[in-house]
């Protein structure tokens, strides 16, 4: 931000008419978005609490409990469908060396920048915790419809007190050594792309535009928590201001903003906060609500003020970052410097459908079968209950009531007398008319499995009989086809433009000395950082690609035993044939390739140090003789 607007954003009691204006836009933009997307919140609530297996209590389950008997349950077939789904997809992103691969087009990118952006990328990666980021965001997928990750540049700073050496001084000509003292230095801690999961609950598109097509909207929102002390460092390292304006929640913003009962936006009913703020040195309850939009603005067209005064003169749009805190003051105010020149976040969905708005996710689809499912279960289990118990025909004149309760014995009265126990107490036949019920629920698993294509095989269970492996690797691979479908529709909307998103940061904004902590040595070469670095029309019309490989393991081992097969005929001919062979295709390639398809990583660790090579003659290759046949 420039110091003008920080000026303006830590004015005392008010702010200036133009972060007013800018607040009252963004907050209507982002109500427009909340009244659509507070429609989506009670069908998520639902399925979040059948992928978790939550149902409330009613009074039978209550008196169940009490008898210490088992209660209705959810039965969570919807659980075991989106863990297998999400695994697969995890696994097979996760497969390759690297998880974003470079694939680059044209001669210009001959040399190592794809491998450095790559190096770049991976330690991105590993920074932001990536799996447990990768693991929510398919989950969202599957569980919600819609996944989003938020990609942004971030440098973050750690202020240490380092001890420091004594030193000589001299004093009047008298040679003293000074105490080792300590001082605070600023070190950088780590610069590059922040990478997170954001929840659907917190999540602002523009619903005028269906959400496979969000980055044409207006705006784009989110909001995210922060304490006072986090929002205090961001002041100090320029990135907010104004933030002593902050004024407490209002007693109402839950209600006024939509949000579902059990949504997990919804953190002043689920975690018993007032929502109130730090004010001044007092400490009170109660994060931050950070509202983080960023809108498109024709600045000669927005006016604000009595005066009617303009934005900026420019005729064209420009993204803008606004950040507000508490739905009351604006902590946040610039136009977006990333060269992408994109909302910097990425959304995708399970069924990518343009015709709607919102498309829900693999829970919704399964939800009615997964509702029969487990109502033909507890109806099953409250009948053998009450089968087991029992049900008896009681002559009260002749039985303690009080015995009848629990699982004891029957006393009979005192008058009773010898008589035949039959005219007391008579079981009552019974029959469990439930008894197909569990055949039922096996059939409607089946059904399921057909619909989501998430079944036994995927799950690593094969049905009964005997297979060839030509047959295994035919049913593995057509059972991994609906599943690989969706791991292409999410690489393509989710994962790859996110990888061009952190590129395009980190050719903007890495500086040498983080280039170099991951890159080696080679980074050395200024040539070599400045290709990696490029120009911004080089980054904005760059036609590279990430390539996503959807290959199994199963099909990769396969790929594996061809390759080995094709090198043993190479190597196994005769040494004229293997020699012209050997000119065009390289077989220390060709093994690191079968090593790397079957899981052994690397082949280069096990070559010789330079200098280590045992020296081997070189072949003779034997001259064909002329034979004279005799006369």
Known sequence: MTEDIKNELNKKDEQSELTQALLTRAKNLVKLSRGEMAKFYPDWDLQDQVYRGERALDEEDLDQERREKPTKMIVPNTFAQIESGVSFLFLMFNQNRTFFELTPTGDEDAGYKHKDIELILERDLRRNRWNSVLYQNLTDIFRFGPGILDCEWHRKTARL?????????????????????????????????????????????????????????????????????????????????????????????????????????????????????????????????????????VPAKFEYGSKKKKLGPEEHRVLYHVWYANDNTVIRCEPAQEWHNSFGMTVSQF????????????????????????????????????????????????????????????????????????????????????????????????????????????????????????????????????????????????????????????????????????????????????????????????DDYFNFDSTMASEKGFMAQSLQDLLSTILTVNPQAALQIAQKLDPTKMIDEIQYLRGGGNTSRFMYAPGTEPQMAAPQMAAPQMVNNPA
């Not at 003293?176 to 792309?193: A, I, L």
């Not at 018993?272 to 939009?293: D, F, H, L, Q």
């Not at 708005?357 to 997964?370: D, E, I, P, S």
């Not at 060839?468 to 049913?475: G, L, M």
């Open 351 to 542: 069924t990518p459908d343009m015709h709607h708005t919102l498309n829900l996710g693999l829970a919704n689809l399964v939800y009615r079968l997964q509702d029969v499912m487990s109502f033909l279960i507890n109806s099953h289990i409250k009948e053998v209950r009450r089968n087991v118990g029992g049900r008896l025909v009681v002559n009260v004149d002749a039985v303690e009531a009080r015995s009848l309760d629990g699982e004891g014995d029957v006393y009979l009265k005192k008058g009773f007398g010898r008589r035949n126990a039959n005219e007391a107490v008579v079981p009552l036949p019974g029959s469990n008319v439930t008894n197909g019920h569990m055949g039922d629920s096996q059939l409607l698993n089946g059904i399921m499995q057909m619909i989501s294509g998430i079944n036994d095989n995927m799950s690593g269970q094969y049905n009964g009989g005997r297979r060839s492996a030509q047959e295994s690797r035919v049913v593995t691979a057509g059972a991994a086809g609906r599943m690989k479908l969706h791991g292409h529709l999410i690489w393509d909307s989710g994962y790859s433009p996110l990888a061009q998103m952190m590129t395009s940061n980190s050719r903007q904004s890495l500086s040498l000395e983080q280039f170099m902590r991951v890159v080696g040595k080679g980074a050395m070469d200024p040539a070599r950082f400045a290709a990696f670095q490029g120009t911004p029309e080089e980054i904005i019309n760059g």
């Open 161 to 297: 007190k380092v001890q420091q050496p004594s030193q000589m001084i001299n004093i009047g000509g008298v040679e003293m050594e000074t105490r080792p003292g300590s001082e605070w230095q600023e070190f950088v801690k780590y610069e590059g792309n922040r990478v997170r999961a954001v929840s659907p609950y917190r999540f602002f598109p523009d619903t005028r535009l269906p959400l496979t097509e969000f980055e044409r909207g207006e705006f784009c929102a989110y909001e995210e928590e922060y304490s006072m002390s986090d929002l205090r460092s961001m002041a100090a390292d320029g990135d907010v201001a104004g933030i002593e304006n902050i004024r407490s929640l209002s007693n109402t913003w839950s209600e006024e903003r939509g949000y579902a009962t059990r949504s997990v936006a919804d953190f002043t009913q689920t975690r018993g906060t007032s929502g109130a703020i730090y004010s001044g040195n007092s400490e009170k309850e109660g994060p931050v609500i950070v509202t983080k939009v960023k809108m498109w603005i």
